[in-house]
């Protein structure tokens, strides 16, 4: 079956850095749209970066733009959210999701397949 599993999550100053690592199995990963979410608790999960099957469109959230970077190495099946300069609202269980087709989505219906998520906590 589908697994999805992050990791690289953890506790960092404001300022810091983190590689956050999405690894897929039971996919045929190249076929696959990928997204990074957030959620606080009591809030809705919502998106903060994607990127197409083939790498070449990406989508960032207003508030990462220019401190997060998506990427993903579809011969390791894998996706990855490096996060630069984090401030201490960017703190959330972080997670991915994979859709199939070609293209992103902002939404997270729209992903039918997540993880189980990787705290991230910036301190001030």
């Known amino acids: 079956q589908v697994q999805l599993v992050e990791s690289g999550g953890g506790l960092v100053q404001a300022g810091g850095s983190l590689r956050l690592s999405c690894a897929a199995s039971?996919?045929?990963?190249?076929?696959?749209?990928m997204g990074w979410f957030r959620q606080t608790p009591g809030k809705e999960r919502e998106i903060v970066s994607a990127i197409s099957s083939t790498g070449y469109s990406t989508y960032y959230e207003d508030s990462v733009k220019d401190r997060f970077t998506i990427s993903r190495d579809n011969a390791k099946k894998t996706v990855y959210l490096q996060m630069n300069s984090l401030k201490p609202e960017d703190t959330a269980v972080y997670y991915c999701?994979?859709?199939?087709?070609?293209?992103?989505?902002?939404?997270?219906?729209?992903?039918?397949?997540w993880g189980q998520g990787t705290q991230v906590t910036v301190s001030s």
């Open positions: 999701g994979a859709r199939y087709g070609r293209r992103w989505s902002e939404t997270k219906k729209d992903y039918p397949y």
């Open positions: 039971g996919l045929l990963f190249s076929n696959y749209a």
